[in-house]
């Protein structure tokens, strides 16, 4: 699929728990988002390409499965989220370049804006593509789904997604903006946007 700034997007699910593995492509050159799992078929989609990058949105095992295999296969750069590379790198023996708010990741001149969103993990990220000739587009690991935030385990960590969500996501971009989850079908912020609030109240 043809999006802005001349980029293409290729959706994949992957694995046991079906994620959606996201393949970025500018001329020859790609990005890869979550290789999570099955690398054969994550590297059959890169034939003809050159990866310029594999970013993993949290740190969770079924998100990282096949990075180890797809970097040794292409010898591309992995970017993961400050607070969580670490965990990641001891997991996958892959050194993540640590990203962070502020920082972006390069695709054929197009840059792609980093988002940290703490509370499903405390080093969850998003990539905002923001061209100027098409619609916004989210790609937010576990940290959004259809239907709300993505799974936390304490209170406190609900409190801080659901806060970051809101300030970094909702109320930053309009409601075209395309959101597409680690797992599941994509949604706008225009159709999650009237659950907020409810969101808040059942505290998931």
């Known amino acids: 699929m043809l999006i802005g700034d001349g980029l293409r997007l290729t959706k ?20 890869l988002i979550d290789a999570a799992a099955e690398p054969a078929v994550l590297l059959r989609l890169l034939d003809g390409l050159r990866l310029v990058g594999v970013v993993t949105t949290h740190r969770h095992r079924d998100h990282l499965q096949a990075l180890a295999a797809v970097v040794a296969a292409t010898g591309a750069p992995g970017y993961a989220g400050t607070p969580d590379a670490a965990t990641i790198t001891e997991a996958t023996g892959v050194t993540c370049q640590e990203v962070w708010d502020g920082d972006a990741i390069a695709l054929g001149g197009v840059e792609l804006a980093v988002i940290g969103l703490v509370g499903h993990t405390p080093g969850s990220i998003a990539l905002a593509h923001t061209p100027s000739d098409d619609t916004d587009r989210l ?13 936390t385990t304490r209170g406190t960590d609900f409190d801080s997604l659901l806060h970051d969500v809101t300030a970094k996501l909702f109320d930053r971009f309009d409601d075209a903006t395309i959101v597409h989850p680690g797992h599941g079908a994509d949604t706008t912020l225009g159709a999650e946007r009237p659950h907020l609030e409810e969101w808040r109240a059942r505290r998931w």
């Open 12 to 31: 994949t699910s992957v694995g046991p728990m079906d994620n959606n593995a996201y393949l970025l492509t500018h001329g020859t050159d790609a990005l």
């Open 139 to 151: 790609f937010t690991g576990d940290s959004l789904f259809p239907g709300g935030v993505g799974k």
